[in-house]
């Protein structure tokens, strides 16, 4: 079944910022209760553990705390000098402080949301170990989580709590783009960044669709596209996680696209650093661009082009380089969830309810069972859908039927389906532009849509980063100069990129266009008939990719 495992490639960048750790199944220690089976592969931050209870936090945060204390102290089984240090990492708004999620919970008004936030919130532990005079290895929370599990099976005397804890690695997420990787490497092996991996042939290989001009990131002229009129003051709402958007970009004006998605007490859900990130490196000696720079504004790109009645919101959870700990993830669905309760009643028109949600992200968990362990980010979801939130995912980049989360959420997929009243969760995967199925895309039977994510045209920075044309000669009867392509001069405005990461705001962008056709706003509708709306336009959308009569499977998304 799992012929093709996916070769998890993260940029060094990402792995000092988040303190990440792979999880080598070869040297790894077998998850608790599977002693004869060896996890998967799978990225995660070296000295976090999450850790939630099955009816909220505070009860079991102390047991597990102190827990997690006693197996390190016995790991290391060394002098008395050692200081072992178990704290909560609290997660901050954009101004840097910690926010008040007490009260955040408290104020929500629907009692089956406050319960499915309450029950979904976790809370990282950041495990630290200091001594003096004594050389300690870094920490690793695989091998600490597999004996806190064993414990949570059955309780020291006196931890009657710990008994009710969930706890789970803090997994490194992704986005979903194909690309080419830190620096490019075109001889042998090749690979891409995300992480198709190809030992020798990019010509008829998953990894081609990552080479500029093929399918990869790479600038074109801007095309004869009208600039869309501006969205429906009453349009459907939908909401791209992704990195920053290019909110000044002039095909992107009128969307709505610039206009913060706040709390209720004004403060933003968006990570502060994700907001100020440049798209060329930071590194001076290079001053390229970033590896995932423009990905959030290509996707914005596609979701305007398929509806341009639409909003656009934005919130920018990672930086370019793609990457950001699953408890941030976590966070900022749960916040949406608790923002979008607030935003059904309070009818505030500058704060409008989210029809939507466009997810191109994921990670691979270490195992095929324990959902309630392993994708805590589940629950989150599912208090999205209570609020009549439409959650749509990507498949994933890698060739594979391994389950990625979150897309293996979905319908068909390892969980069971979200209880009546829900809004739909759906799963995107990737087709050529002649209708197939993408070499690509993941594959399963929790993909349940299909959409065009090779080669797409959309929306991208105006940047022209350090790169410089192949060739560049005098003229030789005028003045000027003759040069070839400059890969990275994006200053019309308008890229190719391929990638499930791009199927799926185009898959967003006609589920809003047939809410629009179908006459409902998003404002004042109920749970469930928002959800009905969702599932009769999905219902009118084929599930299964075709070799002809490509605009049937996808519409046409090029704006008149």
Known sequence: MLDRAPVIRIPSEARARLRLRLLDPATAAPPFGAQDDDPFETCYVGNHLLVRGRDGVDEVLDEVISEVRVIVEQQLATDAGIKVEVEPVEMSGPDGEARDWAGLVEGVRDRRVRALVERARAVPLAITVRSGDVVLPPVDAWPILQVLRSRIQSPPVGRRALGKALVGLDHAVTLHPMYDGHPMYDGHPMYDGHPMYDGHSPGASVAAYAVPGRGGRAPVARPGWATPDDADPGGPVVLVMDTAVDAEHGWLQGSGIGEAVTMQDGSSIASASAQASAPTSSEPLLRGLETLAGHGTFIAGLVRQACPAARIRSVPLFEVDGVIAEHALLDALLLLAIRQDDALRSGDPARPPIDIVSLSLGYYHETLEDVEHTAQVLGAIRALQATGVTVVVSAGNDATV??????????????????????????????????????????????????????????????????????????LWSPGHRSGLDQDDYRDGFATWSGTSFATPLFAGQLARALVDAGHASAGDSIESRAKVALAALGELPTEPRSSDVDAVDGDPTPA
Request: with cysteine; proline share 15%; glycine share 8%.
């Open 402 to 475: 391994r389950p990625c989360v979150p897309a293996a959420l979905a319908p068909n997929g390892l969980a069971e389906p979200a209880p009546p009243p829900s809004a739909p969760m759906v799963c995107v995967g990737a087709t050529n532009p002649d209708g197939t199925v993408a070499l690509f895309s993941n594959e399963a039977r929790w993909v349940s849509h299909w959409r065009r994510g090779a080669s797409l045209v959309s929306t991208f920075p105006r940047v022209d980063a350090s790169g410089n044309p192949g060739a560049q000669l005098e003229r």
